[in-house]
């Protein structure tokens, strides 16, 4: 599980929220923008499904090839 980039609670995150978060979260624009299924395609899983599992979360699983 983890946060979901794609969510629309964070699209509609209202600015200084966001920035408060950015806070805590120094890379948290390096992440948004990170492409988690080439990543894990690329390390030798199988393509991962995303299913999301709260308005904020989503769970990535991938098998072995």
Not at 21 to 36: A, G, R, V, W
């Amino acid at each position: 599980m983890d946060m979901n980039p794609q969510s629309e609670v964070h699209a509609k995150m209202p600015p200084y929220i966001l920035t408060l978060l950015k806070s805590t979260e120094p890379y948290l624009d390096d992440y948004f923008t990170f492409d988690i299924e080439q990543a894990v395609e690329s390390a030798g899983f199988t393509r991962p499904t995303l299913t999301c599992n709260s308005p904020r979360h989503r769970t990535i699983v991938a098998q072995v090839r």
